[in-house]
């Protein structure tokens, strides 16, 4: 059974950076596109950022271009989002999801086509 699991959210200060990772247990990502989700208090989930499978290709919320990046290390089965000069507006829960389908990363962002998805882990941008 694919599980994937994040890590490395907590407290920062506006302006402090993170970086969050995603592992996966149970399958190989490299077959599939794997997106960045969040989801605030009151508000809709929404993509922050997918990323194909060889990593070619990646697509970004305009909320967050220019701030975040997102990789993946294949070889080691984990994705990472890098966030720098993160606000308080990026506070949420951050969801690793996976795509089992065919489909471009801006479509899997836009439209929140994923099949897996973690448990979450919590950034907190406040002073």
């Known amino acids: 059974q694919l599980q994937l699991v994040e890590s490395g959210g907590g407290l920062v200060q506006p302006g402090g950076s993170l970086r969050l990772s995603c592992s996966a247990s149970?399958?190989?990502?490299?077959?599939?596109?794997i997106g960045w989700f969040r989801q605030a208090p009151g508000k809709e989930r929404e993509g922050v950022s997918c990323i194909s499978t060889s990593g070619g290709s990646t697509h970004y919320a305009d909320s967050v271009k220019d701030r975040f990046t997102i990789s993946r290390d294949n070889a080691k089965n984990m994705v990472y989002l890098q966030m720098n000069s993160l606000k308080p507006e990026d506070t949420a829960v951050y969801y690793c999801?996976?795509?089992?389908?065919?489909?471009?990363?801006?479509?899997?962002?836009?439209?929140?086509?994923?099949?897996?998805w973690g448990r979450g882990t919590q950034v907190t941008v406040s002073s």
């Open positions: 149970g399958s190989t990502l490299d077959n599939y596109n």
């Open positions: 999801v996976l795509e089992l389908g065919v489909v471009t990363v801006q479509t899997m962002c836009a439209r929140g086509l994923y099949d897996y």
